[in-house]
């Protein structure tokens, strides 16, 4: 199945419009190389080739692990993805965590207070947040917070500054440039956390063995955070499970809009620069880290869920 | 007197109207005895046993009556005085036992937390009882099972987990709920047995919630037939399989499968269905699929009154006869 992604993403970005060289010219306006240049990078890439043959050689490298270098950057792709994917790691990390966080804590007190004011509030407003896209409300709080108010930076990983700084400061300036793109990524994922939850938890909170606890003398607490909660939980902790490529691969949006460079703006640039040999790699990761997250979404099911197991 | 319930009164606040599930219920139960509620499914058996222990959920309400237990009404305790009688003093057994364990839970861990609820032993002694009280339901190597989860048990052991739960503290009334409905035949009579040997071993009194009149015959002292939210009859289950004098206690008897008309082709059934609790007929609730109605039964909803021998009946006819 991977190969087939592959294949099919190989050849998509070779039959769209657009071609590496006119990037490369675009990128030299002021002195255009000269036809002697644009031919040898030509050869150099292995552009000059027919497609099936470009085709076979890029799979067999593939294979023999070597994803090839990039057009842009002059680098193996490799390296690339491995200086890029600790920042879209730190990033997403902290968006899932403060997902779980937000998400779990918000679901329970809605389920717990159905129907009351609380319940309303929680239940519209993760509505709407989960509504909003999340490159407006990026934005927007660029606006409010670095463009207005000045209290946070406005984009990328650190100041400018940032090796004048003394080792807490860094730690601080790190931080800063953290808070808006994790909020923005994790607000959404945990309104929908949320939401999701509080459906689940009343679903459960109608069974007969919460009755059953409830007829036993197990006080409400114990009832809701552990006979409830248990249950509920359970496709929850799958989903988590398949936010795997999420993880690694990064949002795209995200990442540009906060000049972050993680995966997500890797991606968008390779696209951008019509770079084959990175397209190919982060398009190939992606497809990777689906199956894997599906994969492991499965195996934490049969962890949580004793009904389910993979033994037969 | 050990549990004595009077005018019970439970209601469903629907969207169309107000669904009276327990329409002024009063029955009592002795130290020992066993008194079933019988009736057909939707005539509010299993409302009136979760009024019993207030276990009533919203749109669902208690509106009226006292459950005197031991001298306290348990509709007026506070919540957590009530959460010390559950499980406690009035255990509980559920109709389907496959839904009445939790699923992620294991059997002993089930046990273990009700132990640690209602008793004060340590931790050894916790572990060790919950592999007893399996013992006691008749598992065979109860210290394996006690790790089991409930999907790996059959429906008979699962009922005899959801038993062993409910008899953890050795309460003193039990409320079976159509405890061998949701199961095969062979384990029906397991489970009966079972039950009738708690009851006299733990010298315990027994709510006995059952459609089946067998089941009822096998365990049950003193009975009460519902129908329809209503209370029509109320007497020794002597008085009930003999003598008794509602057309529609009569209705039930005659619709059994005795052995001496196993041989006849039809079996006598009661004509019609339950009727819709948001649309009750005017006056006796029975009189549309009652044989011996008259035209008082049409007009006025017959008030249940005391007979000779101890006996409540619902009915004008039997009035009239007696």
């Keep these: 199945m991977l190969l087939g992604i592959a294949s099919l993403v190989f050849f998509i970005i070779h039959i769209a419009p657009g071609d590496p060289l006119d990037m490369l010219i675009n990128q030299y306006q002021r002195n255009v190389p000269s036809p002697e240049t644009i031919e040898a990078f030509r050869i150099k890439y292995g552009l000059d080739q027919p497609i099936h043959i470009q085709y076979f050689k890029w799979l067999q490298n593939c294979l023999a692990g070597d994803l090839g270098e990039s057009f842009r950057y002059h680098r193996p792709v490799t390296t690339l993805i491995t200086e890029r994917i600790p920042f879209t790691i730190q990033l997403t990390f902290l968006a899932l965590l403060f997902d779980a966080l937000f998400g779990i804590l918000l679901g329970i007190i809605s389920a717990v207070k159905q129907y009351t004011l609380t319940d309303k509030i929680i239940s519209v407003g993760s509505l709407i947040i989960y509504s909003i896209p999340g490159f407006w409300l990026a934005l927007m709080l660029i606006l409010i917070f670095s463009v207005n108010l000045g209290w946070l930076p406005l984009s990328q990983t650190r100041s400018l500054d940032y090796d004048l700084l003394s080792g807490v400061d860094q730690f601080k300036d790190r931080l800063m440039h953290l808070i808006l793109p994790v909020f923005v990524l994790g607000i959404a994922s945990a309104a929908s956390t949320a939401r999701y939850l509080r459906s689940r938890l009343l679903e459960v909170l109608n069974e007969e063995f919460i009755l059953a606890a409830r007829a036993r003398g197990i006080k409400e607490k114990a009832v809701i955070f552990s006979h409830a909660l248990k249950n509920a939980l359970i496709p929850i902790i799958t989903i988590y499970g398949m936010s795997l490529p999420f993880l690694l691969g990064g949002s795209v949006l995200i990442e540009s809009i906060f000049s972050w460079p993680g995966m997500g703006s890797l991606a968008i640039e390779a696209v951008q620069n019509r770079d084959y040999p990175l397209i190919l790699a982060t398009t190939m990761m992606g497809a990777i880290l689906v199956v894997l997250g599906n994969l492991l979404a499965d195996i934490m099911y049969a962890i949580v869920d004793p009904r389910v197991s993979y033994d037969t | 007197m050990l549990l004595e319930v009077t005018n019970l009164r439970t209601s469903f606040f629907l969207d169309n109207g107000e669904l009276k599930a327990v329409d002024d219920i009063s029955f009592s139960i002795e130290e020992k005895q066993t008194l079933a509620i019988v009736g057909e499914s939707g005539c509010g058996k299993t409302v009136a046993a979760m009024s019993i222990l207030n276990l009533v959920s919203l749109p669902g309400r208690i509106i009226s009556g006292r459950v005197n237990f031991e001298g306290a009404n348990l509709l007026e305790l506070n919540n957590d005085k009530l959460c010390d009688i559950r499980g406690r003093k009035i255990g509980m057994v559920f109709q389907e036992p ?132 209503k209370q029509f009859e109320n007497a020794s289950l002597e008085h009930i399989l003999t003598v008794a004098k509602h057309p529609y206690t009569q209705g039930l008897l005659k619709s059994m499968l005795h052995l001496d008309t196993i041989n006849n082709d039809f079996l006598e059934v009661i004509p019609g269905s339950v009727p819709d609790l948001l649309d009750l007929p005017k006056g006796c609730s029975f009189h549309p699929r009652c044989s011996l109605k008259e035209s008082i039964c049409q007009e006025h909803v017959p008030k249940i009154s005391l007979h000779k021998n101890n006996t409540l009946c619902a009915c004008h006819l039997v009035t009239n006869q007696y």
């Design chain 2, 98 to 229: 496959a839904s009445s364990l939790n699923p992620v839970f294991t059997i002993g861990a089930q046990l273990r937390e009700t132990l640690v609820r209602h008793t004060q032993l340590n931790k050894h002694e916790i572990s060790a009882r919950a592999i007893k009280l399996l013992g006691d339901m008749d598992f065979k190597e109860p210290e394996n099972w006690v790790n089991a989860y409930p999907h790996q048990l059959s429906g008979g052991m699962k009922q005899r987990a959801a038993i062993a739960l409910a008899m953890c503290t050795q309460p003193k009334l039990l409320i079976a709920d159509e405890p061998t409905t949701a199961l095969d035949v062979t384990v029906q009579a397991e489970i009966l047995d079972l039950l009738k040997f708690l009851k006299e071993e733990h010298e315990m009194a027994m709510l006995l919630i059952s459609h089946d009149l067998g089941v009822v015959a096998e365990l049950a002292d003193r009975v009460t037939v519902m129908y329809a939210g």
